[in-house]
């Protein structure tokens, strides 16, 4: 008996995604989703976004999530995700955008959930009364960008049999899924 049957004859819309994004979520990636968003606005049906990454800029991640968002919430298309190969890091941030009954992953598709990173030194040079407000300042950045990172787990989860607690437990240590293991967890609907 096959181990994986063909689930993509049940998603015919899979098969050409409308918007196909590669490599590292950066500014140059960001910059090729808005074309092929534009251009693919205009279409009819579901609108199909593939992504293979490694990572990256979870801001940028977080912007090409919002529009999708906005194109759902002001034309009621459907969007759907397909992850291919590796979604990881910023790509499950942009994963997080859609609902997890329209994501979907390929065989052999692993996710990949962290927290984010932080490398950064606090110079600490000046008149004494000066400095408690650097360190604020760093604190209020590392507050928020937990806060922002929380946000994002909240997203992945939503929807799914995953709590919030659990990702955040397992995040700490880099957290790989496997496409079938994702879907036994709801956080995509289904592996094609």
């Known amino acids: ?8 004859v049940n998603y015919p819309a899979l098969a050409v995604p409308q918007i196909q994004l590669h490599g590292p979520v950066d500014d140059a990636m960001y910059a090729t989703f808005k074309q092929q968003l534009a251009a693919a606005s205009a279409g009819e049906g579901p609108l199909v976004v593939s992504i293979t990454t490694l990572g990256g800029d979870p801001e940028m991640a977080r912007a090409m999530g919002d529009s999708i968002r906005l194109l759902r919430d002001y034309t009621g298309r459907e969007t759907l995700f397909l992850g291919k190969v590796a979604v990881y890091s910023a790509g499950a941030t942009f994963m997080s955008a859609f609902p997890v009954d329209k ?57 799914s049999r995953v709590d919030f607690e659990t990702i955040r437990e397992k995040a700490v240590a880099n957290w790989y899924i496997d496409a079938e293991e994702a879907r036994d967890l709801g956080l995509v609907l289904d592996v094609i």
């Open 103 to 159: 994501r979907f992953l390929t065989r052999n598709t692993r996710l990949m959930l962290h927290e984010r990173q932080m490398n950064a030194a606090v110079d600490l040079k000046g008149p004494l009364t000066t400095l408690p407000a650097v360190l604020r300042a760093k604190l209020n950045e590392i507050e928020h960008s937990i806060m922002i990172q929380e946000e994002g787990f909240r997203a992945i989860v939503a929807g």
């Open 1 to 8: 008996m096959d181990q994986h049957p063909n689930n993509a």
